[in-house]
């Protein structure tokens, strides 16, 4: 059930504002920067001065770039330091937002939009509904509180938070809410069928060189059920991708069925990230990612760890094998 009280307030701050400084978490899904893309274009759009980042790298996966608005967006280092009103879009723990943590606790009304189970409800106004299915199920809320019109392009940027933070309308909280959101969205005039192309079947030589490397490197726990494969820092430098542009390898491993729980680690320069999903409803990835000092949701989460990728391999292993069995 969604409290209409806390969409009220936000409206409110957000309309008494003379600028909104918005931010998603660092390396962007779809979810995140379609939040952030349909918000600062309604925003502008209405008057209203608008500032809209997210950490570094700031960078964004190639399969967005045909996103609206993103030449609008303010690089990290030249976000404002105490910000009037902030608001943190599907960020889960203000940690994620990197350099622009410190400035979201320094705002002078921080209002955070998300919808992960393991939100630690760190803002003054908190939107937060983990049985939502994405983020911009929540600010479509907010939105009709403001009384703000869509157009095509703030449709498009929802329908893309919509489409990709589902599985494409496979997983769990596609409801009839969802289907209804939708409808409404497609009735802008979106080209689903290229969106869609763009987003999931469109891809760089490269990348899909990459994918090959991957694939090589899987390992199949058959007496866990957990599959998993890696992607080296020597990997992205050797097939000149970012790691961005590696988000779709998760789905790919999802495709062995004798997999309970599968993963992607991938090296970066600030540690691992680990990406984590469950078939099994008896299996919280998001409970487990906690314990590493990630988060996310049942059937979808991820952390980031120091060391070296073998060493967390073998962490994750040992935790899972408490949670799985292939006879449960």
């Known amino acids: 059930m969604i409290d209409s009280e806390p969409f009220a307030k936000a409206a409110q701050a957000i309309q008494e504002a003379s600028c909104v400084a918005i931010a998603c978490h660092e390396v962007p899904d779809g979810d995140a920067i379609g ?3 349909a918000f600062y274009h309604l925003c502008t759009s209405q008057g209203k001065r608008c500032i809209a980042s997210w950490p570094e790298p700031f960078e964004i996966a190639p399969h967005y770039e045909f996103m609206p608005e ?10 404002p330091e105490e910000p009037e009103v902030m608001i943190a879009l599907d960020c889960g723990s203000l940690d994620r937002l990197g350099s622009l943590a410190e400035k979201a606790k320094a ?30 199920v929540l600010l479509r809320r907010l939105l009709k509180e403001l009384a703000w ?68 490197k899987l390992e199949l726990n058959t007496s866990i059920g957990f599959a998993y494969t890696t992607v080296s ?59 590493f000092g990630g988060g996310g949701h049942r059937f979808s989460a991820g952390f980031v760890s120091l060391g070296e990728i073998s060493e967390v391999v073998n962490s994750l292993t040992k935790v899972l094998a408490n949670n799985l069995s292939v006879e449960s």
Do not use: W
């Not at 993103?70 to 976000?79: A, E, I, V």
């Not at 969802?178 to 760089?204: M, P, Q, T, W």
């Not at 491993?253 to 320069?269: D, H, Q, T």
């Open 35 to 37: 939040s952030l893309l």
């Open 70 to 79: 993103l030449d609008s967006m303010t690089r990290p280092s030249d976000f």
């Open 107 to 136: 705002a002078k009304h921080l209002i955070i939009i998300d919808h992960h189970e393991t939100n630690c409800f760190q803002g003054e106004i908190n939107l937060i509904y983990p049985n939502a299915a994405a983020t911009v």
């Open 149 to 216: 019109p869509l157009d095509q392009s703030a449709a498009l940027c929802l329908y893309v938070g919509l489409v990709t933070d589902t599985f494409r309308f496979t997983k769990m909280h596609s409801s009839p809410e969802v289907f209804e959101l939708a409808k409404e969205l497609s009735e802008y005039g979106l080209d689903l069928s290229e969106i869609n192309r763009k987003l999931f079947e469109e891809h760089h030589f490269n990348y899909m060189k990459l994918i090959g490397r991957c694939l090589s």
């Open 233 to 291: 820092l020597k990997d992205f430098q050797e097939f000149n991708v970012r790691i961005e542009e590696a988000e779709g390898l998760i789905d790919l491993v999802g495709r062995i069925s004798e997999a309970k729980v599968y993963a992607v680690l991938k090296e970066a320069p600030n540690g691992i990230r680990v990406s984590l999903r469950s078939k099994d409803p008896s299996v919280d990835v998001g409970m487990i990612a906690a314990l």
